[in-house]
């Protein structure tokens, strides 16, 4: 599924970027990168941007862009699974 499909609320984790030459790069400079989760905050009223939080700040994609990344989707509003940590030695697993 694509990133723009999604609704606010929804929770997702990024599968690959789909973009080509300097928005592919650009997207990926700014932490799209495959295996990072993300949930998406709002949309505004036409759908264009959508809000993201992922690393810990918020990000402002148009929906041209969020049209580029594939994601999977991992959860929604109220449904009480969080948004997702990487699993490492810091948390505790090997």
Known sequence: MKMSELKAGD???IIS???EGEVAQRLLDMGLVPGTPFKVIR????GDP???KLRGF???LRIKEA??????KTGEIGDGI???RRRGRRNGWR
């Open 11 to 13: 929770k997702a984790l």
């Open 17 to 19: 970027v789909q973009a």
């Open 43 to 46: 949309k505004a009223p036409l």
């Open 50 to 52: 959508i809000e993201i």
């Open 58 to 60: 918020m990000m402002a």
């Open 67 to 72: 049209a580029c990344i594939i994601v999977e």
């Open 82 to 84: 969080p948004m997702g």
